[in-house]
């Protein structure tokens, strides 16, 4: 196994920027709201009912608040259409957290 190195190496972080990166790590550290992102990584958009019947486990109220969480860090585009709310991946803001953790990161 590969030695892991500090995700901090290289120049460090602003506080502001700190307190950015905390707030976003912090939505990404539910086991729900990962697996909602991984739902829409691998399936593009989905409604929310889509997500509640594939998740199983949560209440409608509780996968809603996951995914307000998850628009509000960046992490999903969500989009209102007749009675549907649709929900898809924001990879820039998935790429971004990967960018500010990643080793020599300058």
Partial sequence: MPELTSPFAGKPISRADANRLA???KALADPARLQLLSLLASGGE????????????????TVSHHLRILADAGFIVRRAEGNFVYNRLAPAAVAAVAYALRPGRR
């Fill in 23 to 25: 707030y976003t790590v």
């Fill in 46 to 61: 989905r409604t929310n009912l889509e997500l509640i019947q594939a998740l199983g486990w949560l209440s409608q109220p």
